[in-house]
C-alpha cells in the first residue's frame, strides 16, 4: 500500500502485515504457575496473546513480533522467550 504525506489510511489492515516473520524469539506459555493476570494480553503491543481457558493463555504466532512484553510483565514468570528456529 502506498502513502501521500496526508493520507488516511484504511481501518483494519494489520491483519494484512503478517509480523510474526519478524521475531528472533518466540513466547512459551508454561501453564504452571499462571494467575490468571491477564497482564500478556493487556500489554502485548500487537493484541495477539488471548486467553484459550481459564488460567491458560496463547499467543498467535503469525502476528507476535518476539518482543517478550508478555513474558517481562508476567508476574509469576510463567512465560519463557525462546530462540526461534528458522
Known amino acids: ?3 501521500k ?7 483494519h489492515t494489520s491483519h494484512n502485515n503478517i509480523t510474526g516473520t ?4 518466540k513466547p512459551v506459555y508454561h501453564q504452571k504457575s499462571c494467575t490468571g493476570c491477564t497482564l500478556c494480553v493487556i500489554n502485548c503491543p ?3 496473546v488471548f486467553m484459550v481457558d481459564e488460567r ?3 499467543c ?3 502476528y507476535c513480533k518476539g ?3 508478555c513474558a517481562e510483565e ?3 514468570d510463567d512465560i519463557e522467550m525462546i530462540v526461534e528456529e528458522k
Open 74 to 76: 508476567c508476574p509469576v
Open 60 to 62: 498467535n504466532l503469525k
Open 5 to 11: 504525506p496526508g493520507a488516511i489510511v484504511e481501518g
Open 1 to 3: 500500500m502506498k502513502l
Open 46 to 48: 500487537e493484541g495477539c
Open 67 to 69: 518482543c517478550g512484553i
Open 22 to 25: 519478524w521475531r528472533n524469539y
Open 56 to 58: 491458560k493463555f496463547t
